[in-house]
T-cell receptor, first 112, second 116 residues
Framework: SQQGEEDPQALSIQEGENATMNCSYK?????LQWYRQNSGRGLVHLIL?????REKHSGRLRVTLDTSKKSSSLLITASRAADTASYFC????????????FGKGTLLTVNP | NAGVMQNPRHLVRRRGQEARLRCSPM?????VYWYRQLPEEGLKFMVY????????ESGMPKERFSAEFPKEGPSILRIQQVVRGDSAAYFC??????????????FGEGSWLTVV
């Protein structure tokens, strides 16, 4: 798998449900970030979690990081139709503290 | 506080023409990055610049692509003699001075290049 690879590739849920997306990576990292991208638009930064952190919250978002498994998860609670977008995780590897490596993303569709 | 500004948002070029994409970083930011997103793909790092310096261009194709961030004015990504495979979204990002790691990198809305 690629560095910063998300799964599932696509996720379709009903409004009000929770959405969980996962990200796996290969090398040791400094930080892991999650971004959202609406179709045809730029990336919106959601949350940054450092390698020494295990969990972080921001509003309806909860991010976990397990460095032993080289994986992260993004949980969106009480989803809304407006959450429909692609979600990407991005890592910056140790020794390369600025170059973000992105996965292909998870396309989340929240049905009203 | 304006975000990262990119222009043009959409650009159509014929094969063999040149494409110039501009990026003004967020106010106070001195690090600029260019990424490319091919259809159905994640973003791929191209180049990292500071004012008047290219720090890392390891993601830039060896030919036809160049980038600059002059002392005055925006950063420019230049693609010469474009080919259909250059069709993609090109994103600029910026971060504040100091160590990039641990700083949030903010992305612009992208420039969508179509080569016909």
């Amino acid at each position: 798998s690629q560095q910063g690879e998300e799964d599932p590739q696509a996720l379709s849920i009903q409004e009000g449900e929770n959405a969980t997306m996962n990200c796996s990576y290969k090398t040791s990292i400094n930080n892991l970030q999650w971004y959202r991208q609406n179709s045809g638009r730029g990336l919106v930064h959601l949350i940054l979690i450092r390698s020494n952190e295990r969990e972080k919250h921001s509003g309806r978002l909860r991010v976990t990081l397990d460095t032993s498994k080289k994986s992260s998860s993004l949980l969106i609670t009480a989803s809304r139709a407006a959450d429909t977008a692609s979600y990407f995780c991005a890592t910056d590897a140790r020794g390369s503290n600025y170059k973000l490596t992105f996965g292909k993303g998870t396309l989340l569709t929240v049905n009203p | 506080n304006a975000g990262v500004m990119q222009n043009p948002r959409h650009l159509v070029r014929r094969r063999g023409q040149e494409a110039r994409l501009r990026c003004s970083p967020m106010k106070g930011h001195s690090h600029v990055y260019w990424y490319r997103q091919l259809p159905e793909e994640g973003l791929k790092f191209m180049v990292y610049l500071q004012k008047e310096n290219i720090i890392d261009e390891s993601g830039m194709p060896k030919e036809r692509f160049s980038a600059e961030f002059p002392k005055e004015g925006p950063s420019i990504l230049r693609i010469q003699q474009v080919v259909r495979g250059d069709s993609a979204a090109y994103f600029c990002a910026s971060s504040p001075p100091g160590q990039p790691s641990g700083n949030t990198i903010y992305f612009g809305e992208g420039s969508w290049l179509t080569v016909v």
